[in-house]
């Protein structure tokens, strides 16, 4: 809401897990309050006077075509969209210099916020090719005010280590189905191995 007060004529796209998950974070949008005047107001699209919308999608490759130019693309519960819908999203920022924002608890191992945040020597080799780095910021459940740690307890005894680690302390985690565990899967791969024989043109 911000960005569409200050900035007219500004397209600020939010993207989650669903379209129940998007009318929900629209209606928290909403109540920030709208100090310029509203002149369409849909369950998924508030656009104000000023010429700027806030338009809030599922995770659909198809929703994002169409899109040009956004100042603000907002991905909700990054661990839980996929990664076509990352990918999608990220050419439309090209000519505006928008920015991208997203939040989540982690939800595995892998994938692209999986690799924001990984600090292996892979991952930081990889992060130190980008000309602008991401900005990250961690906020354990256990610096957040309105969270007891009496709540915190019931909830490690209610969900499990495992669980609770990912949730509410951030712990990328091998899913708990994975036959093989990313530490195993990327110490096989090489790139010196040569190929056995020659495909062709």
Known sequence: MREALLYPRADCLVFCPTMR?????????????????????TKTLIELENGSRVICLPDSQ???VGFSAPRLV????????????YKSARPM?????GQLLTLSTPFGNAGWFF???????????????????WQRTAMRASRIPRITPEFLEDERAELGERWFQQEYFLRFLDPIDAVFSQAVIH???????????????
């Open 74 to 85: 907002v991905i909700n519960e990054r661990s839980r969209v996929s990664d076509e819908l």
């Open 62 to 64: 198809e929703g994002v």
């Open 93 to 97: 920022l090209a000519v505006s210099k």
């Open 115 to 133: 690799d924001i945040w990984d600090d292996s020597a892979e991952g930081l080799k990889r992060r130190a090719k980008l000309h602008e780095p």
């Open 21 to 41: 998950q998007s009318m929900e974070m629209l209606r928290k949008v909403r109540a920030l309050g709208e100090p310029v005047r509203v002149i369409a107001d």
């Open 187 to 201: 110490g096989v791969r090489s790139e010196r191995i040569e190929a056995l024989f020659d495909l062709g043109a």
